[in-house]
Nanobody, 122 residues
Framework: QLQASGGGTVQAGGSLTLSCAAS???????MAWFRQAPGKERESVSI???????YYTESVKGRFTSSRDYAKSTVTLQMDSLKPEDTAVYYC???????????????????WGQGTLVTVSS
């Protein structure tokens, strides 16, 4: 239903772009990015609502930009000024009926893509 790609290794201060391809069913869902570092809980990164509004977690504001392309059924996460603490497996997730106050709760999402590893070296 969701296919994430674009992970890799980059030096601190560098950039990476992640992409999440949606299926015909999920292309009109609210779509989010989460990440999980080793030994840590899964945390929210960003969400693009179906109306195009975006929310970001505080630690990535000003550095990450998420957008969606309905024609291509994709959501991208442009990550700039990367820091070693951004190292994690990144997941895209989607839900049709998510309420705005719950966007950070990974348990609210029905559909998940496989993770893609982002490693930021110092």
């Amino acid at each position: 239903q969701l296919q994430a790609s674009g992970g890799g290794t980059v030096q601190a201060g560098g950039s990476l772009t992640l992409s999440c391809a949606a299926s015909e069913r999920t292309r009109r869902y609210h779509m989010a990015w989460f990440r999980q570092a080793p030994g840590k809980e899964r945390e929210s990164v960003s969400i693009v609502w179906t109306d195009g509004t975006t929310y970001y977690t505080e630690s990535v504001k000003g550095r990450f930009t998420s957008s969606r392309d309905y024609a291509k059924s994709t959501v991208t996460l442009q990550m700039d000024s990367l820091k070693p603490e951004d190292t994690a497996v990144y997941y895209c997730a989607a839900d049709r009926s998510l309420i705005r106050s719950a966007w950070r709760d990974w348990r609210q999402y029905d559909v998940w893509g496989q993770g893609t590893l982002v490693t930021v070296s110092s």
